[in-house]
């Protein structure tokens, strides 16, 4: 089975920035960040092909930057300019694939 590990969450204040790991097993195709607040549903965040191609959602263009190190299984979400809305857990994982959501990691922006 493979296994998603999430990392670099924290607490930032707002306009600060965070990057955010995930480290997979063995290779997958499409990968994708999603979060998921408190008493909210998961949203997708942005995705990347293998051939590095990126979708964002409306609410991070411009201030997300999703990339990925196939040779190394990783995928990366940097995040700038942050808001107190994009507080949440974030995960990754495969859209294509079959996998089993990891633990996350959690991101808190707050003065």
């Known amino acids: 089975q493979v296994q998603l590990v999430e990392s670099g969450g924290g607490l930032v204040q707002p306009g600060g920035s965070l990057t955010l790991s995930c480290k997979s097993t063995?290779?997958?195709?499409?990968m994708a960040w999603y979060r998921q607040a408190p008493g909210k549903q998961r949203e997708l965040v942005a995705q990347i092909t293998r051939g590095r191609n990126t979708n964002y959602d409306d609410s991070v263009k411009g201030r997300f930057t999703i990339s990925r190190d196939n040779r190394e299984n990783m995928v990366y979400l940097r995040m700038n300019n942050l808001k107190p809305e994009d507080s949440a857990v974030y995960y990754c994982?495969?859209?294509?694939?079959?996998?089993?959501w990891g633990q996350g990691t959690q991101v808190t922006v707050s003065s």
């Open positions: 063995y290779g997958l195709g499409v």
């Open positions: 994982n495969a859209p294509y694939d079959l996998v089993k």
